[in-house]
């Protein structure tokens, strides 16, 4: 079993839905949960990161962790064409080398 | 630098023969790493380097895979030996901070044939 568990998708979305991506970990050191967007043939970009349980909110963007689930989720509001993408959630355990551990992503396209 | 730069961008090699790969991080970064994507497993950890140090090696899947780090910027990732299995895209990261704000480059993209 991995240590985080994504749902690969693909998700396709009309454009305006708004779009819930989930992750579940097994270890309950990991400290800091972060959101990752990666289009293709390009490197992760980093969207959102949070370090407690709740909710953090960025314009169109909310990530929500639940520590006593194990559980995370990124959504993302008015959903647009530029948000097609693969979502990828990271957790690190803030050790020594601070690594991070991924989902194996999840793809969404957004229909215009 | 404005990124991380990685070269080549694509990378096909024959089976056997070495690889290296290089990585520019933002200039100022002390921290950089080295992972590796994958279809089939996704994106794993291989190395972090602290300064010129790399007091965690835990990701490298082999012997054949060694990374160094020179002047606390440029980093250079070497697989000896290539396999078929070490066909993947490989992306560096750096940040000012251990573990918060990676910036990713945009990957080698290495093909084993």
């Known amino acids: 079993q991995k240590e985080v568990e994504q749902d690969p998708g693909p998700l396709s979305v009309p454009e305006g839905a708004i779009v819930s991506l989930n992750c579940t970990y097994s270890n309950s050191a990991f400290q800091y949960f972060m959101w990752y967007r990666q289009y293709s043939r390009k490197g992760p970009e980093l969207l959102m990161y949070t370090y407690s349980s709740g909710n953090k909110e960025d314009g169109r963007f909310t990530a929500q962790v639940d520590k006593s689930s194990k559980y995370i989720s990124l959504f993302i509001r008015d959903s647009q064409p530029s948000d097609s993408a693969t979502y990828l959630c990271a957790m690190t355990l803030m050790d020594s080398s601070y690594k991070l551990i991924f989902g194996s992503g999840t793809r969404l396209l957004v229909r215009p | 630098g404005a990124g991380v730069s990685q070269s080549p961008s694509n990378k096909v090699t024959e089976k056997g023969k070495d690889v290296e790969l290089r990585c520019d991080p933002i200039?100022?970064?002390?921290?950089l790493y080295w992972y590796r994507q994958s279809l089939g497993q996704g994106l794993e950890f291989l190395i972090y380097?602290?300064?010129?140090?790399?007091?965690?090696k835990s990701g490298l899947p082999s012997d054949r895979f060694s990374a160094e780090r020179t002047g606390g910027s440029v980093s250079t990732l070497t697989i000896q030996r290539t396999q078929q299995e070490d066909s993947a895209v490989y992306l560096c990261a750096s940040s000012l901070e251990e573990g918060i704000g990676n910036t990713f480059g945009s990957g080698t993209r290495l093909t084993v044939v």
């Open positions: 380097f602290q300064g010129n140090s790399a007091p965690d």
């Open positions: 200039s100022g970064h002390t921290a």
